[in-house]
């Protein structure tokens, strides 16, 4: 897989944010979650069907290729990725990145 096209992830905790083609339900959000929460190292998985995107919270040495190898295996394509490090996003109040949820 081309490595320009998938970065790596060996600083530490990011965003990877994954754009897939062929979600057309619910059900596949789910059966792409179910698939990467078995990767190690995947913290929390969200996948939208209607806006095509997968985002994927993962911890160190985590690599987008091997996410989108995971997702192409599923039946999904996977057309480019972006990643971002946890250290650049709003930090929530117990000191992990703000997913826009709050139990206040």
Same mark, same amino acid.
């Given at each position: 897989?081309?490595?320009?096209?998938?970065?790596?992830?060996?600083?530490?905790?990011?965003?990877?944010?994954?754009?897939?083609?062929?979600?057309?339900?619910?059900?596949?959000?789910?059966?792409?979650?179910?698939?990467?929460?078995?990767?190690?190292?995947?913290?929390? +998985?969200? /996948?939208?069907? &209607?806006?095509?995107?997968?985002?994927?919270?993962?911890?160190? @040495?985590?690599? $987008? %290729?091997?996410?989108?190898?995971?997702? +192409?295996? /599923?039946?999904? &394509?996977?057309?480019?990725?972006?990643?971002?490090?946890?250290? @650049?996003?709003? $930090? %929530?109040?117990?000191?992990?990145?703000?997913?826009?949820?709050?139990?206040?």
């Amino acid at each position: 897989m081309n490595n320009n096209v998938f970065p790596g992830n060996a600083a530490g905790p990011a965003l990877i944010t994954l754009q897939v083609e062929g979600m057309s339900c619910t059900g596949c959000e789910q059966r792409i979650g179910n698939t990467l929460r078995r990767v190690e190292g995947v913290r929390e +998985t969200t /996948a939208d069907h &209607t806006t095509g995107r997968v985002r994927v919270h993962v911890g160190p @040495g985590v690599e $987008a %290729g091997v996410l989108a190898a995971k997702i +192409t295996a /599923a039946g999904y &394509t996977v057309k480019g990725s972006e990643t971002e490090s946890d250290a @650049g996003m709003k $930090a %929530g109040p117990d000191g992990e990145p703000d997913r826009g949820q709050r139990n206040d």
